[in-house]
């Protein structure tokens, strides 16, 4: 069964709520004031079966104010919205929310609608045709207009025109365009209450996706993850809901004071709201022009905000004119690229126009006159060109996969056919969980081979960079230098011995004087024993200075020569393999050892015993117990 959302438009005590009973049989006023007053003033929802010319349809009707103090609960139920019963009475024909209501739902991109002319039992057949050339007027070139949108006259009251209205509603519902049931589930949450029994339950229009009972999702903002224990779509239990249908979640683990309006339940990873967005905007033509910085009312599906806005071209956007702009916001709102959005005006409020979120993640480097080109790029480019652009934005620091989907609003699975296929294209790399961007790859290899190349010219006794040095230097994540790294290793470009990172065919070049002083120095420790002497006693002996000695020594250290065993103390190798073999004739008589046996065994003083006996530990050639050790 097909879901479709229907919402009402039209100005206050036009016979929204009346008409939405006489197809439903439901009456979306629920609250006390709404009944005594007569209006509506919260948003109202019902729901109606119909067969379709392709099949059963299920309307979710979404019932809005159509009072001018309520604009705003308006805007909260309307953005989710498949079509649009755009209501007129016969007796007041167009008003100024008729108008009001009319520009809000064409710029919030809704195609498909029924002009419904209420009422028509308290006018006369003159009076009818001439509200009906009035609308046609109105509605001349529109997304409604009237040469493909039928104009039906009806009344809730007596029942005259419900039936054809019900068909038109079915073939118009059978031809809208279907929310994508694959993308990332999104809820808005329209309302909040708590049921006794159940705890807390949020509804809105599932607007993407699917979610489950059991399903863990987050609750953003604050991105808090949250368990739905129970679903319902028009007042039914289900296991599921997809994606055009009301639906009401009733949340685990949360009390109604944590959820409210304009927040947004999602698929658990997909949302990182910002106070940042860069949208393309546009004004209504016979509304105030923009300035620069002016504050504004935001109005994103259910969410409202205060935002400041930052023109990219020029410091006045002329009423009917588009432009780009940036919001900042006072506090994040949760959204994806390809959302639509209301703009009013902060005092007084009016409407001025809309448009639609490109980048939910702008970069604060970027300037304004690359930052319009890129999103033009961003904004029509398909998921390939997009990903590119968001990783050759992110340069060598790369674009990490839950960036990506945080950036793009994507499923994991349409994110890693993108990179498969950018991969595919030689247009990004893929190391671990960063992409990078072909053009940033060149650069950066070949910056990590002048940086070694730059590190050895500069240190020839040394036999390379470490590689945690060229990590540091590089500015990479960890997973995009290894790759990277293994990308140059694989191409011969560069060469790595242990733990160093060097040019092919590198090899350690010496003066004479330099090898003389290396054989010196190896010499000296062997000869040493178990009894090493201080390296400032062995460099006096040298005929190089101290600097290039121990260059000299960091050498022997790196080719194993000489053994580190702690700060103070080096040793030849010779001496720790003769001392590990002494050590391990000791085990009999006894396995034991304690530091008093160590140093009358080998006539050491504590200076040297303790860090030797920590040395055999770290060889397993001896295991600590306690202050005795067992000899392996």
């Known amino acids: 069964m097909k879901s479709v959302i229907v919402g009402t438009a039209g100005h206050i005590d036009h016979g929204k709520t009346a008409l939405v009973r006489a197809l439903t049989g439901i009456d979306t006023d629920r609250l006390k004031e709404e009944k005594l007053r007569g209006i509506t003033i919260e948003l109202g929802f019902a729901h109606l079966d119909l067969p379709g010319p392709k099949g059963p349809l299920r309307l979710g009707f979404v019932d809005v104010p159509g009072h001018e103090r309520f604009v705003h609960t308006m805007l909260a139920g309307v953005g989710g919205i498949d079509l649009v019963l755009f209501v007129i009475s016969a007796q007041e024909s167009i008003k100024p929310q008729t108008r009001e209501h009319f520009a809000i739902c064409d710029l919030l991109n809704v195609r498909r609608g029924i002009v419904v002319l209420t009422k028509c039992d308290l006018v006369d057949e003159v009076t009818l045709q001439v509200v009906r050339m009035e609308v046609e007027e109105f509605l001349a070139g529109s997304f409604l207009d009237p040469g493909h949108t039928p104009i039906l006259a009806v009344s809730a ?35 909040v209450f708590t049921m006794k029994g159940f705890g807390t339950v949020v509804t809105g229009t599932l607007i993407a996706g699917e979610v489950r009972k059991e399903q863990e999702i987050d609750l953003s903002p604050p991105g808090r993850t949250v368990r739905v224990r129970g679903l319902q779509v028009h007042g039914a239990a289900t296991p599921a809901a997809t994606a055009g249908q009301r639906t009401a979640v009733n949340l685990a683990g949360i009390t109604q004071d944590d959820v409210s309006r304009g927040m947004m ?22 509304g105030p022009d923009l300035k620069t910085r002016a504050r504004v009312h935001l109005h994103l599906f259910a969410a409202e ?60 480097r970027m300037k304004s006159a690359a930052r319009t080109g890129f999103l033009d790029s961003l904004r029509d480019g398909d998921d390939v060109a997009r990903l590119v652009l968001l990783a050759g934005r992110r340069d060598r620091r790369g674009l990490a996969t839950s960036d990506a989907i945080h950036q793009t609003g994507w499923t994991r699975d349409r ?46 006794l040394v036999g390379g960079m470490s590689r945690q040095e060229l990590l540091e230097k590089s500015g990479l994540a960890r997973d995009l230098f290894e790759g990277i790294l293994g990308t140059l290793l694989d191409s011969h470009r560069l060469e790595t011995t242990a733990e160093q990172v060097h040019l092919p065919g590198h090899r350690v070049v010496m003066q004479e004087d330099e090898s003389a002083s290396k054989a010196q120095i190896e010499e000296a420790f062997a000869r040493a024993g178990i009894r090493v002497p201080a390296l400032k006693e062995v460099f006096a002996g040298l005929s190089i200075d101290p600097a290039r000695a121990q260059k000299i020594v960091s050498l022997l250290l790196r080719e194993r020569v000489l053994v580190k065993v702690s700060d103070d103390l080096v040793f030849h190798r010779t001496t720790l393999e003769t001392l590990k073999e002494r050590v391990r004739a000791l085990k009999d008589p006894s396995p034991v050892m304690d530091v008093a046996r160590f140093k009358d065994s080998f006539g050491l003083s504590r200076k040297y015993a303790i860090p030797l006996l920590e040395y055999l530990d770290r060889e397993n050639i001896t295991r600590r117990i306690g202050d005795d050790r067992i000899i392996q």
Request: charged letters at 25%; proline letters at 6%.
């Open 157 to 191: 009251r007596t029942g005259a025109g419900i039936g054809d209205l019900k068909q038109a509603l079915a073939l118009a519902a059978s031809e809208a365009e279907a929310k994508d049931g694959r993308a990332a589930f999104r809820l808005p949450i329209d309302r």
């Open 415 to 460: 994110l890693q056919k993108a990179v498969a296929a950018a991969v595919k294209a030689r247009e990004i790399l893929r190391f671990g969980d960063h992409v990078i961007a072909g053009p940033v790859f060149t650069r950066v290899a070949r910056t990590m081979v002048s940086t070694v190349k730059a590190f050895q010219t500069a240190n020839p």
């Open 305 to 364: 905000r205060i935002a400041r806005i930052h023109l990219y071209d020029g410091d006045i956007l002329t009423a009917g004119s588009s432009g780009w702009a940036q919001l900042r916001l006072e506090d994040p709102v949760p959204c994806c690229p390809g959302d639509r959005f209301i703009i009013r005006r902060f005092s007084p409020v009016i409407t001025m126009g809309g448009g639609t979120v490109v980048d939910v993640a702008p970069s604060l």
């Open 265 to 286: 339940l999602a698929e658990a990873g997909l949302l990182a709201p910002g106070k940042r967005l860069d949208v393309h905007l546009t004004l209504l033509p016979d």
